[in-house]
């Protein structure tokens, strides 16, 4: 069983910056796939960016240029940096641990936390 904890979430301005923190736990975390999704009140979670194990990353559209995603395997942690925060990215942010184990995959969530973008 792999847990994972977000945290950093919290109320920003409009154009300001917050960092995602993902802690997974796991001997193999560097071989894990994580990824960060978003929901939005009424409306169904989106992915909004990935970084495998090879450090290759991946955004969604709304996200390019101003989320980055990153990792630090010593930690057992993924960063999500987002700059010039809009009204839009205010959404319950998850993180998703995935491994995989003899070609099956199991992934894992966290319990999410908040980001309010608000003037």
């Known amino acids: 069983q792999v847990q994972v904890v977000e945290s950093g979430g919290g109320l920003v301005p409009p154009g300001g910056s917050l960092r995602l923190s993902c802690a997974a736990s796991?001997?193999?975390?560097?071989?894990?796939?994580i990824n960060w999704y978003r929901q939005a009140p009424g409306k169904q979670r989106e992915l909004v960016a990935t970084?495998?194990?090879?450090?290759?990353?991946n955004y969604a559209d709304p996200v390019k240029g101003r989320f980055t995603i990153s990792r630090d395997n010593a930690k057992n942690t993924v960063y999500l940096q987002m700059n010039s925060l809009k009204f839009e990215d205010t959404a319950v942010y998850y993180c998703?641990?995935?491994?995989?184990?003899?070609?099956?995959?199991?992934?894992?969530w966290g319990q999410g936390t908040q980001v309010t973008v608000s003037s």
């Open positions: 998703n641990a995935v491994t995989v184990i003899t070609g099956q995959e199991f992934p894992y």
């Open positions: 796991g001997s193999i975390f560097r071989l894990y796939t």
């Open positions: 970084i495998r194990n090879t450090g290759i990353t």
